[in-house]
């Protein structure tokens, strides 16, 4: 399996609290995602990553934010949380030919 | 149109048949195509990927793509009920770009 730990494995919040979840890789690989999936919904980008300091917006963006300080570590931060936002969140890494690997996901609940 | 479509299914095939799942894609320009699984509550694992136009086999399971149609399949030969669950079509470009995935049921 790909070394990718991602932190919280739960997590429950109250609205209007930030929240972040940590997804830390062993693979030196460039890319990394935060995905977030819903009934009916699929996998959702919500940013990515192509290297440190170099992040973009996906699908579903709003009321996230990334960070990315060291190849091994990608963060994702909720400002202030809505229970639009309560979701699995999946991190995924890749290498340059697109194959790609995911964490064993967060479930967030926001009540 | 969306960038990768699958059926949402849910497919149901008996035990021993094959089951095909298939999954279209707008953007000529992609080579690359993979296949996913998600058994429900963990996460997706990568089970084949397929670069060339044809067949790529990998024991029970075989992909087949069709760049001039833009489609790209999943077969799975001598279905097993472990074979029940979530299978996603990704298609690499500037960012990984999923299908929202074929539910698959084996029905003894």
């Known amino acids: 399996d790909a070394g990718i730990t991602q932190s919280p494995r739960h997590k429950v919040t109250e609205t209007g609290t930030p929240v972040t979840l940590r997804c830390h890789q062993t693979?030196?690989?460039?890319?990394m995602y935060w995905y977030r999936q819903d009934p009916g919904h699929g996998l959702r980008l919500i940013h990515y990553?192509?290297?440190?300091?170099?992040?973009d917006k996906g699908e579903v963006s709003d009321g996230y934010s990334v960070s990315r300080s060291k190849t091994e570590d990608f963060l994702l931060t909720l400002e202030s949380a809505t229970s639009s936002q309560t979701s699995v969140y999946f991190c995924?890494?890749?290498?340059?030919?697109?194959?790609?690997?995911f964490g064993p996901g967060t479930r967030l609940t926001v009540t | 149109q969306k960038e990768v479509e699958q059926n949402s299914g849910p497919l149901s095939v008996p035990e021993g048949a094959i089951a095909s799942l298939n999954c279209t894609y707008s953007?000529?320009?992609?080579?690359?195509f993979f296949w996913y699984r998600q058994y429900s509550g963990k996460s997706p694992e990568l089970i084949m990927f397929?670069?060339?136009?044809g067949d790529k086999e990998d024991g029970r399971f075989t992909a087949q793509l069709n760049k001039a149609s833009q489609y790209v399949s999943l077969l799975i030969r001598d279905s097993q009920p472990s074979d029940s669950a979530t299978y996603l079509c990704?298609?690499?470009?500037?960012?990984?770009?999923f299908g929202s995935g074929t539910r698959l049921s084996i029905r003894p």
């Open positions: 995924a890494i890749s290498e340059d030919s697109g194959t790609t690997w």
């Open positions: 693979e030196n690989h460039r890319y």
């Open positions: 990553s192509y290297g440190v300091k170099d992040t």
């Open positions: 953007d000529r320009g992609s080579q690359s």
């Open positions: 397929i670069y060339s136009n």
């Open positions: 990704a298609v690499p470009a500037s960012k990984i770009i």
